[in-house]
């Protein structure tokens, strides 16, 4: 049974849609992500959630319950805010103890959890610190342990990482992902960092302009993505528009500018104008034509050398630049092209994806 | 030997011979009056122009000027009335500002903040005619004939407050309101015991203001009170009209100690809630 019921929830704004009838149900110990460009209403979503923002339409059930209109204080749900919303005037321990005091947990009871959950953020030493003496990544286990010793049934956490370091972000969401295994309730993550949510997620709903897009795993996500939009905001893409010319038990025939006539896997219906989209990755780049796949011949325009891999950017005969990526995986790779060169792009015809334009 | 020439930093201010001349010149200037005030307050002689030997003989015959004393005891009580009912009401205002919206608010706003710039000769003028106008009862006991002056106090400094405590929220960051809510807590537990905490230095800047507002209105009060109702400006006012006795210095030393004790309190206060907030 899913913690978390989303049904046909729209929230109206004056003048904007912020969400357009959303429907999405999360499983419970679901590790469960948000993704969108910013202004997506992907927060909206979150704080109607937390009771922050009633729906205009529809209801939101969470455990069962229909909590649509119910305070946010009376809500079994708990929320890491953006900017961490750590109370100022108190101590850590205080500020973890706060959700207890309030609720009329006795003190030594209320003493005993905020330890408890300041030993699970590995904070345990510093409860008697005012939070003006900790660091970002401290603040935010403060208010990662305020909001897990409530027992709650499900975590919010909204854009978490936003105000973090790079190098402190990557250790964050290892240590999320860690406590949320170790207890083992939904946590619903709102980001517009897809490699956040790529790599913690169990699953992703990809929001734009108030309406889901998307709800997949982000293995699913990454590889069959349902939209020009979803395919373009999760990773890259290159995209090649054609015209579908016929389809068979093999997939569809597309028409398409330097590849010829070309048929790709593809189940769905489709008809007139498509485009074929393949990730950078899954193209090879050489220097003589290839044999077999589809390949398209271009002059490389761009070589931007980033260690591990070198993305490339190569100009077909007409049409948009295409981008390559190489993996470097032996130290001679630098030698294999140059701005200027002339090479062939490569790839196999079940990488390709057909989206309707 | 070549003596190294002292280093001064662009933003080394005291470092440079010619601010500290104006700086001590500013100094001067404010203090010397209040200084020799005080000093002549000890002065061993009628005229208060020579010194002529220390003597503390004025300030017993200031605390035994009855009339001195009342009206001492007046503006205290005016104060400190007016401090807590102003600051009340304009922490009430100030929170009504920020928090909610709601129709002719921007206008609301402007009219709250009227007794700021009304000169207070007219505030004084109209406070006189409407209290006449209605006909606040006069004559009363102790203290409530001094009712008609503290509503005039209140009347001009609470908006002070209130601009004192807006300010203040304007720094507050909602999603520390939406915390606390989130975690369980009521709309009044959240007030008391997350958004009150923030208020206080405000609070206490703002109850400053209105108490040595209070204490030293000499206009409005003066239009408001009675032969009954002196305060200690006014009854200032009337003791110099015929000379500055250092009896009159003395009573003003003592208001001058009362007032840095109190500000000195209040600042205190108010330090400790500063380092509480980020």
């Not at chain 1, 059930?61 to 953006?82: C, E, H, W, Y």
């Not at chain 2, 010194?51 to 005891?73: Q, S």
């Not at chain 2, 006991?141 to 002070?160: D, E, G, Y």
């Amino acid at each position: 049974m899913s913690i978390i019921s989303i049904r046909n929830v729209t929230k109206k704004f004056v003048g904007i849609t912020a969400v357009d009838n959303a429907n999405i149900e999360i499983a419970a110990n679901e590790f469960f992500a948000v993704l969108g460009p910013s202004g997506c209403g992907k927060t909206t979503l979150l704080r109607m959630l937390a009771g922050f923002e009633t729906p205009t339409a529809g209801e939101i059930l969470i455990d069962g319950v229909d909590v649509s209109t119910t305070a946010p204080n009376k809500r079994p749900v708990n929320m890491v805010f953006q900017s961490y919303a750590v109370f100022p005037h108190m101590t850590v321990l205080a500020n973890v103890g706060y959700g207890l005091k309030v609720t009329g947990v006795p003190a030594a009871e209320t003493r005993q959890r905020a330890e408890e959950a300041l030993e699970m953020v590995q904070l345990a030493h510093l409860g008697e610190r005012k939070p003006d003496q900790l660091s970002g990544g401290q603040r935010q286990r403060v208010a990662l342990a305020r909001a897990l010793v409530k027992r709650p049934k499900v975590l919010l956490l909204d854009e978490p990482m936003s105000a973090l370091d790079a190098k402190l972000r990557e250790q964050m969401q290892l240590e999320l992902t860690r406590l949320q295994e170790e207890v083992g309730i939904t946590f619903v993550i709102v980001t517009h960092d897809q490699d956040e949510a790529l790599s913690m997620a169990d699953r992703i709903a990809v929001m734009q302009s108030g309406r889901v897009e998307q709800i997949a795993t982000p293995e699913l996500l990454y590889e069959s993505p349902n939209s020009r939009f979803v395919a373009d905001f999760i990773g890259k893409v290159n995209l090649l528009d054609g015209q579908v010319t016929g389809a068979s038990d093999q997939g569809v025939t597309v028409d398409v500018a330097h590849l010829g006539k070309v048929t790709v896997p593809h189940s769905d219906h489709a008809q007139g104008p498509v485009s074929l989209a393949v990730r950078p990755e899954k193209i090879r780049m050489t220097v003589s034509r290839p044999d077999s796949g589809l390949f398209i011949q271009g002059r490389i325009v761009d070589w931007a050398y980033y260690g591990d891999t070198s993305h490339i950017r190569v100009q077909p005969a007409s049409g948009l630049p295409m981008s390559v990526t190489v993996q470097n995986d032996t130290r001679s790779t630098i030698d294999n092209g140059d701005v200027g060169d002339q090479v062939w792009l490569s790839w196999q015809a079940e990488d390709t994806l057909v989206l309707d334009r | 030997m070549r003596v190294p020439r002292r280093w001064v930093d662009p933003l080394d201010y005291a470092g440079r011979t010619w601010m500290r001349a104006f700086f001590g010149m500013v100094f001067i200037l404010l203090y010397a009056p209040v200084v020799l005030m005080m000093a002549f307050s000890f002065n061993d002689s009628k005229r208060n122009i020579v010194w002529r030997g220390f003597t503390t003989k004025y300030y017993e015959k200031a605390w035994n000027n009855d009339g001195l004393i009342e009206a001492f005891i007046n503006s205290l009580t005016i104060a400190a009335i007016n401090t807590i009912v102003a600051t009340i009401l304009g922490a009430m205002v100030a929170l009504l500002l920020w928090r909610f919206r709601f129709p002719f608010k921007s206008a609301y706003e402007g009219f709250m903040a009227l007794p700021i710039v009304i000169p207070e000769i007219c505030m004084g003028v109209a406070m006189l005619a409407f209290f006449s106008r209605i006909g606040w009862p006069t004559g009363m006991p102790w203290p409530l004939n001094l009712s008609a002056i503290t509503i005039a106090h209140i009347a001009f400094s609470f908006p002070f407050v209130a601009i004192v405590v807006r300010a203040r929220m304007a720094g507050f960051n909602r999603e520390l309101e939406e915390a606390s809510r989130d975690l369980g807590a009521s709309e009044w537990q959240t007030f008391w015991h997350v958004i009150f905490p923030y208020m206080r230095p405000g609070l206490v800047a703002g109850a400053l203001l209105a108490f040595t507002l209070s204490l030293d209105d000499f206009v409005i009060t003066f239009f408001t009170s009675g032969p009954e109702t002196v305060t200690f400006p006014v009854k200032v006012y009337s003791m110099v009209r015929f000379s500055v006795t250092p009896e009159v210095n003395a009573a003003s030393t003592v208001l001058v100690v009362i007032t840095l004790i109190v500000a000195a309190l209040m600042l205190r206060v108010q330090r400790q809630g500063q380092a509480d907030s980020p």
